[in-house]
């Protein structure tokens, strides 16, 4: 597709099971991101991969957090073992621009629309 | 740490009112500086962005400039309209730190006949 595809776009689950979110980011796309949205507040920075490595992982909340990215492009975020306080909207962007020392970058995310998780 | 300070909603206003929402950011290298918009039922989108100190962003009759002296970002509109009504976030992209990209807690305008 021409965007950013997230899936599923809407997943209820119960305390203590795993969940995974993928986020198919837009093709040639050499950034992806994943945040954190809720309820009331703004978007919480999770982790970013450059290409298949992840520099920055230092917005995960906790160990029972993961992610991955294959071929540069899929991402899968992982949730294991829920809490009630994992509810939120999990928003995944991608970047072309890559920024680096000396380069401008436009630096412009493209979002998916979300996968909304309620833990009961 | 980087990070992004927004001014906190909601916030309603009269169609044609002026409307401004302040950002404010704390970053050690030389940022760029965007601002989102969230229409409902919708994902995040790019409203304007500037890259250096001075630059103006501008988008739909929306303006923000670039304020490295005050280290701010605010967002203007001279008359805003129904079709605003939006959450805005503030962001901020360090390309001499992988990149990093961090948003503020999000401004909901709401703009009333």
């Keep these: 597709g021409a ?3 997230q899936s599923p776009s809407n997943k209820v689950t119960e305390k203590g099971k795993d969940v995974e979110l993928r986020c198919d980011p837009i093709s040639g796309h050499t950034a992806l991101y994943w945040y ?3 309820l ?3 978007l919480e920075f999770l982790i970013y991969f450059q290409g298949n ?3 920055d992982k230092s917005g995960l909340p906790s160990d029972r957090f993961s992610a991955e990215r294959t071929g540069g ?3 899968t975020l992982t949730i294991q073992r829920t809490q009630q306080e994992d509810s939120a909207v999990y928003l995944c962007a991608s970047s072309l621009e890559m920024g680096a020392a000396g380069l401008e970058g436009t630096g412009e995310l493209f979002f998916g629309e979300g996968s909304r998780l309620t833990v009961l | 740490g980087n990070s992004v300070t927004q001014m906190e909603g909601p916030v309603t206003l009269s169609e044609e009112a002026f ?17 989102y918009v969230q229409y409902p039922g919708e994902g995040l989108q790019l409203l304007l962005k500037a890259t250096k100190a001075d630059d103006k962003g501008s988008n739909k009759g929306f303006e923000a400039t670039y304020r ?3 280290t701010s970002f605010h967002l203007e509109k001279g ?3 129904v079709s605003d009504s939006a959450v805005y976030f503030c962001a901020l992209s360090d390309r001499w730190n992988n990149n990093d990209m961090r948003f503020g807690a999000g401004t909901r305008l709401t703009v009333k006949p």
């Design chain 1, 73 to 75: 492009s899929v991402s």
């Design chain 2, 79 to 81: 008359s805003v309209q």
């Design chain 1, 53 to 55: 490595s992840a520099p």
């Design chain 2, 19 to 35: 409307l401004t929402i302040n950002c404010t950011y704390t970053a050690t290298g030389y940022p760029s500086l965007f601002w």
């Design chain 1, 40 to 42: 009331g507040q703004g």
């Design chain 1, 3 to 5: 965007g950013v595809s």
């Design chain 1, 36 to 38: 954190r949205q809720s």
């Design chain 2, 68 to 70: 490295k002296e005050t």
